[in-house]
């Protein structure tokens, strides 16, 4: 599959198992999952015929490996993004001292004052890296980067889970907890 095709089935997989799984009418578990033969029937269904060689194929060549099959194959979901109501059961996990998040300016005053929200999302994500937040960031404009203290948080009880693919995930960043990096 060229790289174009690759990116675009991508984006139809982001839309359906993050946001809109009723587009093409699949419902997804509360955990996020949907059956891979019935995923593929609705997307046939609606103009995107794909085969599972290919759906293997996006799957392992998405940069950012967004989406994940279970443990038999046989199911789907992407591993973070979501705004539709899912709970995706990951543990609680341990961050780092130190995460990162990108933005762009004109929500830095609203973000340092109240701190980073989840918006449209489940939870707030944050980078491992200051390069991932940078590019996360650069979706918008010229990256803002914010250093969260991630530990200082979790010893003041926040709860934090890593996604399948890496992404940090917590329910909110009070503003006490970042800071602007040069
Ligand atoms: C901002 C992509 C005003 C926040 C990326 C961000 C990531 C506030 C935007 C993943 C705010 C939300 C998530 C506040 C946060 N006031 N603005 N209090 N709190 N914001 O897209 O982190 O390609 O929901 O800074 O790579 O940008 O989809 O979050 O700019 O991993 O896989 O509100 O999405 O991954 O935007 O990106 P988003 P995000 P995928």
Known sequence: MDKKHLIRVSKRLSRHLRHAPGDIGVTLTPDGWVDVDTLLAALRRN???????????????????????????????????????VDLALPAAIPPDVLYHGTVSRFLDAILHEGLRPMKRHAVHLSATVETARTVGARRGVPVLLAVDAGEMA????????????VWLTAAVPPEFLRRLP
């Open 155 to 166: 010893a003041a009880g926040h709860e934090f889970q890593v996604s399948a693919n890496g």
């Open 47 to 85: 103009g995107l015929p794909l085969t599972r060689a290919e759906l293997d194929e996006v799957v392992e060549g998405n940069d950012k490996r967004r989406f994940a099959f279970d443990e038999s194959g046989l199911r789907i979901r992407a591993s973070q993004g979501h705004s539709v109501d």
